[in-house]
């Protein structure tokens, strides 16, 4: 499957961001997803995922409240949308396929990968 992210962009603190991941080559339901952001200087960290039938989704601590992930198997795409945003926010924004049936928050479990998309927030 390929995996392309968008939706990023620079935007204020208090805003409001979309993510898209459009998938191609075999059928989104077959995966679990999640989103995923690495800032300079820092590690790739988990940030929110939905399993294959969309009933379940988890999240980092630090974003829930404010992201909700979702995902639309009959259109191939999941999305992140992004509330309240906040200047740590800041990052290049990953989303990634699970082939497993349990969806996880560690990225070594994650099977392919989007090109990503930088989201910048300012204060």
């Known amino acids: 499957v390929q995996l392309q992210a968008s939706g990023g962009g620079l935007v204020q603190a208090g805003g409001s961001l979309r993510l898209s991941c459009a998938a191609s080559?075999?059928?989104?339901?077959?995966?679990?997803m999640g989103w995923f952001r690495q800032a300079p200087g820092k590690e790739r960290e988990f940030v929110a995922a939905?399993?294959?039938?969309?009933?379940?989704?988890y999240y980092t601590d630090s974003v829930k409240g404010r992201f909700t992930i979702s995902r639309d198997n009959a259109k191939n795409t999941v999305y992140l949308q992004m509330n309240s945003l906040r200047p740590e926010d800041t990052a290049v924004y990953y989303c990634?396929?699970?082939?497993?049936?349990?969806?996880?928050?560690?990225?070594?479990?994650?099977?392919?990968w989007g090109q990503g998309t930088q989201v910048t927030v300012s204060s």
């Open positions: 939905i399993s294959r039938s969309g009933i379940s989704t």
């Open positions: 080559g075999r059928p989104l339901t077959i995966y679990g």
């Open positions: 990634a396929a699970d082939r497993t049936p349990i969806v996880g928050t560690d990225p070594g479990e994650y099977d392919y």
